[in-house]
């Protein structure tokens, strides 16, 4: 099984802060990563697909790169609603293997 | 609206069994493969399952495989996932989510596109 290794598992941040969230595949994935976000007591959502492809109507503040087996959500101003819990995910074999989760707070 | 709807989940004793279920809307839902996942309280998601277009072609995680069955009804727009031998380390917030892909550079890319709030199995005597 192919392990999903995020970091930080939580991470402090301001609005208006620019953050960056890893996420670190145990072999290459190529770019077969996907990235959600989730709120407390909700499902998650999709932000990102293919390492790099903007869900529909997620805004463009969020990012994401990377290939082979390291890869990067980034949220390029925070905004109040971003606060959240982000999760990566990998397509490449099943089990589709998901990383820990990387909690995002409020300063 | 595009959505799926979890029911199911309760309160169970140790080794017992529960059938969750999972209604489709608003999409063709013959036309998409489908997964569980689930997360136990304060913990990340794990995958749990995958089903295919006719049900045919099933995977499991290795920590259900043998306990729980996975299937759906294409007539119904419904998707089911039988869980036996239930132990404490399955209390989990269980979630089905729709399977996209998309072809690009050659590849498909799967990823999940639309979830449902979820159901809670809770095992305890």
């Known amino acids: 099984d192919i392990q999903m290794t995020q970091s930080p598992s939580s991470l402090s941040a301001s609005v208006g802060d620019r953050v960056t969230i890893t996420c670190r595949a145990s072999q290459s994935i190529s770019t077969y990563l996907n990235w959600y976000q989730q709120k407390p007591g909700k499902a998650p959502t999709l932000l990102i697909y293919a390492a790099s492809n903007l869900q529909s109507g997620v805004p463009s503040r969020f990012s994401g790169s990377g290939s082979g087996t390291d890869f990067t959500l980034t949220i390029s101003s925070l905004q109040p609603e971003d606060f959240a819990t982000y999760h990566c995910q990998q397509s490449y074999s099943t089990p589709r293997t998901f990383g820990q989760g990387t909690k995002l707070e409020i300063k | 609206e595009v959505q799926v709807v979890e029911s199911g989940g309760g309160l169970v004793q140790p080794g017992g069994s529960l059938r969750l279920s999972c209604v489709a809307s608003?999409?063709?839902?013959?036309?998409?493969?489908m997964h569980w996942v689930r997360q136990a309280p304060g913990r990340g998601l794990v995958w749990v399952s995958q089903?295919?277009?006719?049900?045919?072609?099933?995977n499991y995680a290795d920590s259900v495989e043998g306990r729980f069955t996975i299937s759906r009804d294409n007539a119904k727009n419904t998707l089911y996932l039988q869980m036996n031998s239930l132990g404490a380390e399955d209390t989990a917030v269980y979630y089905c989510a729709r399977r996209v892909g998309e072809y690009n550079y050659g590849s498909y890319y799967y990823y999940m596109d639309v979830w449902g709030k979820g159901t809670t199995v809770t095992v305890s005597s």
């Open positions: 608003g999409f063709t839902f013959s036309r998409y493969w």
């Open positions: 089903i295919n277009t006719d049900g045919s072609s099933t």
